[in-house]
């Protein structure tokens, strides 16, 4: 079972920032955070992961609180083809394990 | 644009048929997987291999065989399948079976059992 709980959708204006919460409560210290989307008939995008640190790329901003327990995935300026499903993984094993899916946050944005 | 490249995108086939799945990837990843999914559903593993070897195998049915014959190809042969394992098939991949590392997705290919 997945160990995340998300909003099962949320809408954002276009060129606003998009604020994605993920609840990870009973997270270990070695599990990583991962952020995935999959836009419409596209197979899922890595977009960023952490551990422990606040962590920013290209894509997105990444805050994971300090105990660990939540995270927020920020897109700084969404547009119209940030519309996707966003999934929050929890991820221990590595890639051997593979990853657990949950339901996701269907993110909807607006013109 | 993806550097997980699977074929075919599409495929129908009969419940008698015998088709393969190919995924392949020249990024030097040496952890590959397989996932299926649903309509409207997330992604569910089926298999891992690591090193070209098998790692996991989430209980799925012996009519779905996986083979790994390099580093950079991975199969997932199908025999005698059932309507309902119609389905987005998607392949993965990634640096090592680290848990820093992500994976990179192809875009499946959609599979349809008559």
């Known amino acids: 079972d997945a160990k995340t709980t998300q909003p099962p959708s949320m809408d954002c204006a276009e060129g606003r920032a998009a604020n994605l919460p993920c609840n990870h409560s009973?997270?270990?210290?070695?599990?990583?955070v991962y952020w995935y989307r999959q836009i419409h008939s596209q197979g899922p995008q890595y977009i960023i992961h952490?551990?422990?640190n606040n962590e920013t790329n290209e894509m997105a901003s990444l805050i994971i609180t300090e105990d660990r327990k939540s995270s927020t995935l920020i897109l700084p300026h969404a547009t119209l083809r940030d519309t996707a499903v966003y999934y929050c993984?929890?991820?221990?094993?590595?890639?051997?394990?593979?990853?657990?899916f949950g339901k996701g946050t269907h993110l909807i944005i607006q013109p | 644009d993806t550097e997980v490249t699977q074929t075919p995108k599409h495929l129908v086939m009969g419940m008698t048929n015998k088709k393969s799945l190919k995924c392949e990837q020249h990024?030097?990843?040496?952890?590959m997987y397989w996932y299926k999914q649903k309509a409207k559903k997330p992604p569910e593993l089926m298999f891992v291999?690591?090193?070209?070897?098998?790692?996991i195998n989430e209980s799925v049915p012996s009519r779905f065989s996986p083979e790994c014959p390099n580093s950079s190809l991975l199969n997932l042969h199908l025999h005698a399948l059932q309507p309902e394992d119609s389905a987005l098939y998607l392949c993965?991949?990634?640096?090592?079976?680290?848990?820093?590392?992500?994976?990179?997705f192809g875009d499946g290919t959609r599979l349809s059992i008559l």
């Open positions: 993965a991949s990634s640096q090592d079976p680290g848990p820093n590392q992500p994976q990179h």
């Open positions: 009973t997270i270990s210290g070695n599990e990583y």
């Open positions: 952490g551990l422990k």
């Open positions: 993984i929890v991820n221990s094993g590595g890639g051997a394990d593979g990853l657990t």
């Open positions: 990024m030097g990843h040496r952890a």
């Open positions: 291999y690591s090193y070209e070897k098998l790692s």
